[in-house]
DNA sequence: TGGCCATAGATTGCACACAATCTTGGAGCG
DNA sequence: CGCTCCAAGATTGTGTGCAATCTATGGCCA
């Protein structure tokens, strides 16, 4: 009963996990062979690997001239983050009547531990935040339970990974992101979607306004 | 300067016009061998082509139990109309002010097309209309030059095929679709963001209605 | 010296063969 | 009679070799 993975999945999760954590640079070339042997599988799998996250707007594929990890320009960042703050707040929205109390539980879970290891200090850990901030925001996906929005949103969350994601934070603003996910737990549990629309909503715009910042430096450079 | 194209692209939009024109039934099994030999290439590019059409939204892939063509529940087709109503209106009211002349010729020579071959008579073809609407809409996305709202649409514009697309409509309401491209023509000849948007706007939820019509009566038998 | 072109190396594209997995039909057991 | 289990056929997953294409280096010519 414990299915079996196949050695596409495992290269498509591997290799996803190596560019959100920057372990190759935007832009930078992946070839077949050098992937494979990194993964310990042949060319085939990766092949398979690359095609999807393609699909999902990780990696760039030009034809016979392989895959090179995919990068956003200033101008192509301001169009995903208006695209996300018009579609996430309401998929929060329509998230917020369809949570079980388990949803909210794990939703709350995550949402400390960002808060733990967020604060500033010794024991502070940015790259801990990236899967957690993934996690948040994929069971909110989940709990909404709309394919459409989904699949619209799946193909634009991956663009701020160039920026070496909670690095470009300043206090301040990082402070309001953790709160702001603690904010929409709470907005959530007392079943109040214009509450949480609304927090999500700034979530957004606070995330646009780093992002740009540190995006406009990077290109400035 | 010929540039050469692969087997794969070729399999690539060779199945999604065989799909795209109702060759397949909704959930109909897609064998990579019945492909390939019916495409005259062999499994590789078939299974590459299918990858690609899953992320498109047009097939669904089932690790070790191939790829079907997708269908839609009466409620994803709602979801899918609720996000084209948000993406295309804006995308179109970007689309306006960016249009060269050549642009808005193209856009009214494919208006004026399908007025054509949509006209009630002996000489209606609904099938032609298909393309035709595809370049139309794909042409504004072009047009408006949004990678990110480029994206977000693809995954869901495929939604309606298993309706077969203009079959569905009525008279009246295929007359106004058909009026709604010449009137977005029109209004970006005007330079007139609101009103282009406001057409689309419009005719998509014109849209909206046939298709959950159709759709529940399909559901119902 | 600068630009163009050819050739060699590297890389991707495709086909085919084999392995792993799933499905289906039927036999055997309770 | 119904359920479980098993085996054979069919189908997908993966590895590997070769062909097609691209890239880079160096020579040639103006």
Do not use: C, K
């Amino acid at each position: 009963m414990t299915r079996t993975v196949t050695s596409t999945e495992r290269a498509l999760s591997a290799l996803r996990e190596l560019i959100l954590h920057g372990q190759f640079a935007a832009g930078a070339r992946l070839g077949e062979v050098e992937l494979a042997e990194r993964l310990g599988v042949s060319r085939t799998p990766v092949r398979e690997a690359l095609t999807r996250l393609a699909a999902e707007g990780l990696v760039e594929l030009v034809p016979n001239r392989g895959a090179r990890v995919a990068s956003w320009s200033v101008a192509e960042l301001e169009g995903v983050f208006d695209l996300r703050s018009t579609l996430e707040p309401r998929l929060t929205g329509l998230a917020v009547p369809r949570a079980r109390p388990a949803d909210v539980a794990a939703l709350d879970d995550l949402a400390a531990q960002m808060l733990e290891v967020g604060r500033p200090g010794p024991a502070q850990d940015l790259d801990a935040l990236v899967p957690l901030n993934r996690r948040f925001h994929g069971l909110l996906v989940e709990i909404a339970d709309q394919p459409a929005l989904a699949a619209a949103l799946a193909g634009v969350v991956h663009a701020p990974i160039q920026l070496r994601n909670f690095h470009a934070y300043d206090e301040a603003s990082l402070h309001r992101s953790l709160a702001h996910h603690v904010e929409i737990v709470a907005a959530i549990r007392a079943g109040d979607p214009t509450w949480a629309q609304a927090v999500m909503t700034a979530h957004i715009h606070n995330a646009r306004a780093v992002m740009l910042r540190a995006a406009r430096e990077q290109e400035a450079s």
